[in-house]
């Protein structure tokens, strides 16, 4: 049977050193990388790993997220947003090709999703993680197109942001966000939305008028020109 000297030198090659008592190449026993997270494993298994794989997780993510080294480490980013692999996680994976998925769900916006070592991400954070080095709250693609992951039609926004730039939603009934259809005299109601809270901004049966006063009030309140635009 093999000494502990013997066992430590045989595991030159992985970085680990025996902490517990070598009792044969089957029996568990406790095992330290240079980094000291330890393992309770067989000599057999040990032997076949090439690093800790607590160190190797470590390596690849910071946290839930795969870190920055990592993703240059194994993928090609352009200005417009389209990831290809540089080197692959998977040998079925061809360098040079074009990654991600897009995932249709009904009644939500197409997006594009790219697997890394196992876990899943919207291109369109990816993207700008690779480019800022920032992993952001809230992302919104500015056109409204969420396929659209070129680095100029994404921005880092609060929630209020995000509020003052949405789509017109498929049941709207008037055509216009923030402006209500006639009431039996006729008369539509103009109002917008700021810091969480319903803004009255004025009564009109025209609807030009409406539609000025609405641009006014947006405009005062910060909103984006992509605001209300339809899908």
Same mark, same amino acid.
């Given at each position: 049977?093999? +000494? ?22 089957? @029996?568990?026993?406790?095992? /330290?990388?240079?980094?000291?997270? $330890?393992?309770? %494993?067989?000599?057999? *298994? @040990? ?54 998925? @897009?995932?249709? +769900? ?20 990816? /993207? ?7 992993? %952001? ?18 921005? +880092?926004?609060?929630? $209020?942001?995000? /509020? ?9 009934? +008037? ?5 209500? *259809?006639?009431?039996?005299?006729? @008369? !539509?109601? %103009? ?20 539609? !000025?006063?609405?641009? %006014? /009030? ?14």
């Amino acid at each position: 049977m093999l +000494s502990n000297d013997e066992v430590n030198e045989r595991l030159n090659h992985n970085g680990f050193t025996l902490k517990g008592e070598y009792l044969g190449p089957g @029996i568990k026993t406790q095992y /330290a990388c240079k980094a000291g997270h $330890e393992v309770f %494993v067989t000599y057999n *298994n @040990i032997m076949q790993w090439k690093r800790c794989k607590t160190c190797q997780k470590s390596i690849r993510f910071d946290g839930d997220n795969i870190n920055l080294s990592r993703l240059h480490e194994l993928t090609s980013c352009t200005q417009g947003g389209i990831f290809t692999w540089k080197a692959s996680d998977d040998k079925r994976h061809v360098i040079g090709e074009e990654i991600g998925a @897009i995932r249709r +769900s009904k009644g939500q916006s197409p997006i594009l999703i790219i697997t890394l070592d196992g876990k899943s991400y919207l291109a369109s954070r990816l /993207a700008w993680f690779y480019f800022h080095g920032e992993w %952001v709250k809230l992302l919104q693609h500015i056109n409204h197109d969420t396929l659209d992951n070129r680095l100029c039609n994404l921005r +880092s926004v609060t929630d $209020e942001e995000m /509020a003052k730039n949405k789509t017109m939603q498929s049941n709207n009934t +008037s055509g216009y966000v923030g402006i209500s *259809n006639p009431n039996k005299h006729g @008369i !539509r109601r %103009v109002r917008v939305h700021h810091q969480g809270e319903s803004v009255h901004v004025g009564y009109s049966r025209d609807l030009g008028k409406c539609i !000025r006063m609405l641009a %006014v /009030a947006r405009e005062k309140y910060g909103y984006h020109p992509n605001h209300g635009k339809p899908r």
